[in-house]
């Protein structure tokens, strides 16, 4: 029988409807009853591509016993942390201050009446293994110390809570005029430290730092760490390594080895409009490499097949597990994208095989479990022979052609088994569509059209801007998600941020005003409900939607996301040169104050910021011709803006730098040496 999460839009909410558990959403009514009852909270959160949500819904979530124990002595409540990333954030942070480590799925239990933590975790197994305990004798415990340890638990209550609320209220640091080069160096050259040391573990895209360190190359700064050596590398990473799908384009999340073999094969919306945007910049920078175009192009190719809906907008995710036969119980990891080495000498002729082996690892020991997952071992353009071999590779998974327009999603684990697929049964996509994640994919397509002019690309993210304008707004009011059709969830401080971004990036690469005009209208949105008046800066949630969170928080910390506040002020700094309103300057400078002290404490954390802090330091207006735009847009100029106007006849351009503007340029060599002046002077 199922639960009431089975009445809920969150696909990752709905593949929990059938579990034993008496799940609530989070919502008024389900805190109101923990707290009538007296009885702790166990809040689960995830998210439908997450692997190890899959295996505890799978495991711990469908036992009876387990079930039986939750029931009787806790109010289960699961949260998607795509729709609330505000509840997310505040309890993963809880957790890594308890534990000193996090991750989903995030299971965390709350007092009632406050709801405070006082105990928190991740996967749990049904039985002991892995060196964790059974989720049982966990939740038995628990239950024990809640009722019999009330002091105790109070004082480690109010001792968490302290902690959460002083990291929420951060003490300013360096004065205005401290937020100078000499800062800023500090985080450029830590970025490029950070993506240039030797992996041990897991390997991650991190690209708020590869962007802020690619942002070094210009000042040519002595450091113990090249900062265009370390971004190249990335790039090849990116591009060659097994993270990135050869076949059928797109890339995964990250690769659990160092050397970016072996992916955790989900696909996520945000990762790819991030990679799309570096690699693109990469190009801009000078770094003319083949395989970075290809994986753009393909990636472009991939988003428009599988992950752009009838209506414009773009999917979230593509699940890492997928379904080998309708008669599986359970779906196994990666096996959409892996091959076995017979498999490819069959499919391909002796020369192509031959080629592929000298190209790829190609083995026949394979390098994932047997498997083998195609990685390339060397750069520049693949060869006839090679593209015409992976296009095999690509009938054999998807059972048509390599020119497919579009391949349909699978919206849940029955329609993957029943669809009737002509070639391998694909992973669950989950079609919501995010605010803030289709505004990295927006971005990352304005870009890559601002470098190679492929209308596609465009056209693909003015599509998606138009269907957020058109649907996401609500008496007035901005949303987040949509299901269906259906917008949901006001929008959170990213969405607002990433959104504005988007909508500048397009304003940029075509000047058409319309995208400005809208860019400015949100930002009055957001200042009226997110901006903080007494603290500066973004919080995540508006005002009128916080009255459920312990804390209220402004995330400057960044992730696999950007932090909003960091692009928020990148954003307030090009609207001040493009507008000629220094109001928009005057709240990029609070919000720089506001998060100074972390910049200078923990550069590490937040390079985001530091971005906005080079935007601040370096902003430069370009007004120039259309005919001289499309040129200066291709380059690679971090910190500039452009207008096209009509110029005096003896002018080509004028650079301004901040405030300030240079005598117009009478030629294009003096424009460009104007505006490589700007991007590092002082």
Known sequence: MSNRLAQESSLYLRKHAENPIDWWPWSQEALEKAKAENKPILLSIGYSSCHWCTVMEGEAF?????????????????????????????????????????????????????????????????????????????????????????????????????????????????????????????????????????????????????????????????????????????????????????????????????????????????????????????WSAGLKEAAFERAIAHTVKWLKREMTA?????????????????????????????????????????????????????????????????????????????????????????????????????????????????????????????????????????????????????????????????????????????????PSVLAQSEDYALFIKALLDLHQVTQARFWMKKAIQLQEEFDEFLWSVELGGYYNTAKDASSDLIVRERSYVDNATPAPNGIAIANLVRLAMLTENLEYLDRAEQTLQAFSSIMERSPQACPGLFTGLDWYLHCTLLRTTVNQLASAIAQYLPTTVCNAEVMPSEAVGLVCQGLTCLQPAQTQDQMWEQLLQSQTRG
């Open 310 to 486: 009838p209506e414009g907008y773009f999917y979230a995710a593509q699940d890492a597990d997928n379904f080998t036969t309708p008669e599986e119980a359970e779906p196994e990891e990666g096996a959409f994208y892996i091959w076995s080495y017979p498999e490819i000498a069959e499919l391909l002729t002796p020369q192509e095989f031959a080629e592929i082996q000298e190209q790829f690892t190609v083995t026949p020991g394979g390098n994932f479990e047997g498997k083998i997952v195609l990685q390339r071992r060397h750069p520049g353009k693949l060869t006839k022979t090679l593209e015409a071999a992976l296009e095999k590779l690509f009938e054999a998974r998807y059972g048509a052609k390599a020119g497919l327009e579009t391949f349909p999603p699978a919206r849940n684990n029955k329609e993957a088994k029943t669809g009737n697929w002509p070639g391998r049964i694909p992973p669950v996509t989950d079609t919501k569509m995010i605010v803030a994640w289709n505004s990295l994919m927006i971005s990352g397509l304005a870009r890559a059209y601002g470098v190679f002019s492929k209308e596609e690309y465009l056209s693909l993210a003015g599509g998606a801007a138009n269907f957020i304008l058109d649907r996401q707004f609500i008496d007035g009011r901005f949303h987040r998600l949509n299901y269906d059709g259906c």
């Open 62 to 282: 469908s036992d009876n016993a387990i079930a039986q124990y939750i029931n009787a002595n806790f109010i289960p409540i699961k949260v998607d942390r795509e729709e609330r990333p505000d509840i997310d954030s505040i309890y993963m942070q809880a957790l890594q201050m308890m534990s000193g480590q996090g991750g989903w799925p995030l299971n965390i239990f709350l007092s009632p009446d406050d709801l405070v933590p006082f105990y928190g975790g991740t996967y749990f197994p049904v039985e002991p293994r892995y060196g964790r305990p059974g989720f049982l004798q966990v939740l038995q415990a628990l239950r024990r110390h809640y009722d019999t340890e009330t002091e105790k638990m109070q004082s480690l209550k109010e001792e968490l809570l302290g902690y959460m609320q002083q990291a929420a209220v951060l003490q300013t640091g360096v004065e205005t005029q401290g937020l100078d080069k000499n800062l800023l160096r500090r985080g450029l050259e830590t970025s490029a430290g950070v993506i240039d040391s030797d992996g041990q573990g897991a390997s991650f895209p991190m690209i708020p730092y590869t962007e802020l360190a690619l942002r070094g190359v210009r000042f040519n700064f002595e450091s113990k760490s090249d900062p265009k050596q370390a971004c190249s590398k990335r790039g090849l990473d990116l591009a060659l390594g097994g993270i990135y799908d050869h076949v059928g384009g797109g890339f995964h999340r990250y690769t659990v080895d160092p050397t970016w073999t072996v992916p955790h094969f989900e696909k996520m919306l945000y990762d790819n409009g991030q990679i799309v945007e570096y690699l693109a910049n990469l």
